[in-house]
């Protein structure tokens, strides 16, 4: 539930920010993540960004999966 | 997509698929409480890639399924009420009540309009200053900061015609709601990823300590949910159930705190009727008295018809994840998606409709 | 003449003839549209495919088209559908008193430039004017006649088990071109409605093979309500492949934002082909050799079993079912 989908910061104004995915332009609130910097992803829910997503961790997962599969191969 | 495509990658996810085959020794009972899971389980046919012994079940994680009749039947009525614009979020037009749906009221003439944000009502609201715009709050936790940001606004811009049906509901409560109901008996639960951006890790430690079941948090891509369902295996085959995060790219343990303290300033919790397992205490928010002048149900007065349940319908037990759809007499003969007895079935992130659209024939 | 279209405009008056003289005739002027008699005269031999479309679209100008273009595109379409050269057609506009007359012009020109693109001619046809909000701008309807060559046979319960099945380029281009100017979307979507007329592309595939037993293009409702309708009428299961299917990033951004799945969306410039497995690989050529099937991909098959239904193989190699659309596209936040 609660679609929210990760969007990237390209300009900050205030408590709003211009986000973009694929393309897809939108102004959003900021008013819960208010520490956003343009270049940052965000979660976007019904037109706010509610929580920053953290890329060192998203690298740590993908690289978790990496290793699941080749020590799979070894199985 | 960033983010997006590489947890949908097809080699990995054959390779967690497996992995899970080989780590998965015992029968295994595993519950979301997502729709938005229960959406992505199906649409990736993620059952298939999994051994038969682990058992994958929908529980209450869609808002708009566990919205009781009188709360829809209450809409209705306002919607019908002179000089009212209705704005809702697309997920609530179809729902049925005990007589109608917003959809029906809209083309008998009442001004119902979808938005995609709830802070677009404020700007209709100030568009039609001779009318009062109604903002129907549905939602979990992902929803209710998003919602008090707007109430926040419209307070500091001094909207006079803004209000908030609120009908904002609270996760952890109905989980323990369920597992007190004792119905189904669970191994692990794959808990709600946005609800968890917000809330954290905290509210959920008493799931292993109260009911020895495992928590993991989990994302919604296909490789984010075998992740999910492979740590749950692992605590499973351990007997170590614990909360844990496998989203770790969307939720910190301690959630957000700025979200958390908006949706306190704003709300105050309170009992909540939850389809198909009725009043679950303190699961539910209404706004607190400081915004009292913003709640559409102390501004106007409605009259409803008594509630009815449609006979048949078991939309209830499918939430509790003690039926599935297949068992439903009116599945896919009466209630389809172009003509849905109950909630399950309209919502796209009802099982039923996730069954119905991403179903395969045999199941 | 003021700058709106006005009731009088459609009453038969000096003003009717004066807007379709000045507005209609001289843009779409050809030989048998000049001659103004109540019906087109011509001489044509053969078998004849005929066919009707109205066309009510809001907003009436959106990126990529409008509904001027539409409407000869729809048209020309579905003659090309069937395998038929399209010839002629009428046009019917409906307009709203009030209309803006450059708003006609414009519109009457993408038909013009439509119609030359697509090497057919408006050879006959009717103006009305109604009352403020009986309709909404203008509505049209056009009605297309088209020649069908010897040994060509295509309908869509053709399709034979074994086929394969190309689609012609990127889905869901139109119906989120026009979403995006929806009241309150508020979404900048760099995506161009795909309104293109197809009849120069099916003369291509035709020439390539005589082995195309279904053409359609996947309009309302989108791919999925199409690839249904043809399992259904030709009583044979469709399998496609998740990850064959070509999505531009707008779109697939604006559907991840919504929640809108790109198979139910419209379009109105792609056709899909049920072409026999051994000259597949030739309308495939055929087609990226084309302007308006450059992306053309070969999606999936038909299969003997699972008659009637539409089986999608997902990236990780699950299958699930994919049904007709069901109601209307609603952005969810659920």
């Known amino acids: 539930m609660c679609l929210a989908v990760p969007v990237k910061v390209i300009a900050v104004d205030g408590t709003e920010a211009d986000v973009d995915i694929g393309g897809v332009e939108r102004r959003v609130s900021i008013m819960l993540t208010p520490e956003v910097k343009v270049g940052d992803y965000v979660l976007l829910h019904t037109g706010y960004a509610i929580n920053v997503i953290d890329e060192q961790r998203a690298k740590e997962t993908l690289e978790l999966f990496e290793e699941i599969a080749r020590l799979d191969e070894i199985h | 997509m960033k983010f997006i495509d590489e947890y949908r990658d097809a080699g990995l996810g054959k390779k967690l698929a497996e992995h899970i085959s080989h780590i998965s020794k015992h029968p295994a009972r595993l519950m979301e409480f997502c729709g938005g899971h229960t959406v992505s389980i199906m649409r990736n046919g993620l059952r298939q890639l999994l051994p038969p012994h682990i058992e994958m079940l929908s529980g209450p994680g869609c808002p708009v399924c566990v919205t009781a009749n009188s709360d829809i039947d209450r809409m209705i009525a306002l919607a019908q009420l002179p000089d009212v614009i209705i704005t809702t979020f697309g997920d609530m037009i179809k729902v049925p009540g005990s007589y109608s749906n917003l959809s029906q009221a809209r083309a008998e003439g009442a001004d119902i309009r979808i938005v995609y944000s709830s802070q677009d009502a404020i700007k209709i609201a100030g568009e039609n200053k001779g009318k009062s715009v109604i903002f129907i709050g549905i939602g979990f936790e992902t929803t209710a900061p998003t919602i008090a940001a707007t109430l926040l606004q419209a307070k500091q811009k001094n909207v006079k015609n803004f209000y908030v049906h609120c009908l904002l509901k609270l996760c952890p409560p109905v989980i323990k709601a369920v597992l007190d109901l004792g119905e189904v008996k669970l191994n692990g639960i794959i808990g709600p990823g946005h609800v968890s951006t917000i809330t954290g890790t905290a509210p959920y430690e008493f799931i292993p300590r109260d009911y020895r079941i495992g928590f993991v948090i989990s994302g919604f891509e296909s490789l984010d949910i075998l992740q999910t369902v492979s740590m749950l295996i692992e605590q499973i085959e351990k007997d170590e159930p614990a909360v844990d995060i496998a989203y770790s790219r969307g939720v910190r343990p301690e959630g957000n705190p700025m979200a958390l303290q908006l949706m306190d300033k704003v709300f105050d919790k309170e009992s909540a009727d939850w389809r198909g397992i009725g009043i679950v205490p303190a699961s539910g928010l209404k706004l607190a008295p400081e915004f009292a002048d913003f709640d559409a149900m102390s501004a106007f007065e409605v009259k409803v018809e008594p509630v009815k349940e449609t006979k048949g319908c078991i939309c209830g037990e499918i939430i509790r994840g003690i039926a599935t759809p297949h068992q439903c007499p009116l599945f896919r003969k009466v209630c389809t998606p172009e003509n849905p007895i109950g909630p399950c079935m309209v919502s796209s992130e009802g099982s039923c409709s996730a069954y119905y659209m991403y179903g395969d024939d045999n199941g | ?334």
């Open chain 3, 1 to 334: 003449m003021g700058k709106t279209v006005i009731l009088a405009h459609g009453s038969g008056s000096k003003l009717s003839h004066d807007l379709v003289e000045k507005n209609l005739l001289q843009p779409l002027h050809n030989d048998l549209l000049a001659k103004l008699d109540d019906s087109a005269v011509f001489d044509v031999r053969g078998k004849l495919a005929f066919t009707t479309d109205s066309y009510v679209v809001s907003p009436i100008f959106f990126p990529g088209g409008d509904i001027g273009r539409l409407a000869v595109c729809g048209t020309v379409n579905d003659l090309s559908m069937s395998g038929a050269v399209p010839l002629y057609l009428s046009l019917a506009l409906i307009i709203e008193e009030g209309l803006p007359l450059e708003d006609l012009d414009k519109i009457v020109n993408s038909i013009k430039v439509t119609t030359e693109e697509a090497g057919i001619q408006v050879i006959t046809g009717d103006t009305k004017v109604v009352n403020k909000g009986s309709v909404d701008k203008i509505f049209i309807n056009t009605a297309g006649i088209g020649l069908i060559s010897d040994g060509v046979d295509i309908s869509g319960s053709n399709a034979k088990a074994g086929d394969k099945i190309i689609l012609s380029g990127s889905i869901g281009d139109h119906g989120i071109a026009v979403l995006s100017l929806r009241e309150g979307f508020d979404f900048k979507v760099p995506v161009q409605s795909d309104c293109a007329p197809l009849n120069g592309l099916v003369a291509d595939m035709l020439e390539a093979s005589k082995n195309i037993h279904v053409l359609r293009d996947p309009t309302r409702g989108g791919l999925a309500t199409t690839l249904n309708e043809i399992a259904s009428q030709s009583d044979v299961g469709i399998s496609i492949f998740e990850d064959k299917v070509p999505v531009h990033d707008g779109v697939r951004g604006a559907c991840e934002l919504l929640g809108f799945d790109p198979l139910y969306i419209a379009n109105e410039g792609k056709t899909v082909a049920f072409v026999a497995a051994d000259d597949a690989e030739k309308v495939l050529a055929a087609m990226k050799n084309n302007n308006y099937g450059k992306e053309a991909a070969i999606i999936g098959e038909v299969t003997e079993s699972r008659k009637g239904k539409v089986v999608l193989k997902t990236r990780l190699g699950a299958s699930r079912m994919i049904d007709m659309l069901t109601g209307e596209l609603l952005p969810r936040i659920c």
